[in-house]
T-cell receptor, first 114, second 112 residues
Framework: DAGVTQSPTHLIKTRGQQVTLRCSPKSGHDTVSWYQQALGQGPQFIFQYYEEEERQRGNFPDRFSGHQFPNYSSELNVNALLLGDSALYLC?????????????FGNGTRLTVT | KNQVEQSPQSLIILEGKNCTLQCNYTVSPFSNLRWYKQDTGRGPVSLTIMTFSENTKSNGRYTATLDADTKQSSLHITASQLSDSASYICVVSASPDYKLSFGAGTTVTVRA
């Protein structure tokens, strides 16, 4: 049973460019969340998707957008990249009704903006 | 504002020794508290979950405690091993929207 998978694992982009990160949730999970983790910090919540709609959003600008597909996989898009967007981007999934269930995280995409 | 503060920021211990990590939170109303272990270059993995009525819970050499009155939790690692070297993150869930608040983590380095 595959866990949460993310692609690519590493990415280098130039300031001002756009990037798309991808996530496939754990089998049986329909809720996907995205997090940004700066070096030495805890994950910061970006947004959560359920039934192909953004259900919750953290304190991130509109440059950060996402999408969830009918198969529950998800994408995170970041436009007009800034140097400060360099971070590890984590995707996490859980069953929608599993409020006390742990989040299952992927191993992240390391984004470097130069 | 819901906040989670962890201490110490980092610590170094010798293999075989014990250590205790602290987590203080202001999240209210409280739903549950979970400790995650994050190895370098990997995503976090859940170690334990504590609900309001639970005071202590163990997972192998990891023991978590919760004092809901003082809003404090600790994670105790017994007989540390080199594989315990990781970041340990405290995550508190609020009620009723189950919004999560993450601590910055404690980085543990176990040396032989």
């Amino acid at each position: 049973d595959a866990g949460v998978t993310q692609s690519p694992t590493h990415l280098i982009k130039t300031r001002g460019q756009q990037v798309t990160l991808r996530c496939s949730p754990k089998s049986g999970h329909d809720t996907v969340s995205w997090y940004q983790q700066a070096l030495g910090q805890g994950p910061q919540f970006i947004f959560q998707y359920y039934e192909e709609e953004e259900r919750q959003r953290g304190n991130f600008p509109d440059r950060f957008s996402g999408h969830q597909f009918p198969n529950y996989s998800s994408e995170l898009n970041v436009n007009a990249l800034l140097l400060g967007d360099s971070a590890l981007y984590l995707c996490a999934s859980r069953p929608d009704r599993g409020y006390n269930s742990p989040l299952h995280f992927g191993n992240g995409t390391r984004l470097t903006v130069t | 504002k819901n906040q989670v503060e962890q201490s110490p920021q980092s610590l170094i211990i010798l293999e075989g020794k014990n250590c205790t990590l602290q987590c203080n939170y202001t999240v209210s109303p409280f739903s549950n508290l979970r400790w995650y272990k994050q190895d370098t270059g990997r995503g976090p993995v859940s170690l334990t979950i504590m609900t309001f009525s639970e005071n202590t819970k163990s997972n192998g050499r990891y023991t978590a405690t919760l004092d809901a009155d003082t809003k404090q939790s600790s994670l105790h690692i017994t007989a540390s091993q080199l594989s315990d070297s990781a970041s340990y993150i405290c995550v508190v869930s609020a009620s009723p929207d189950y919004k999560l608040s993450f601590g910055a983590g404690t980085t543990v380095t176990v040396r032989a």
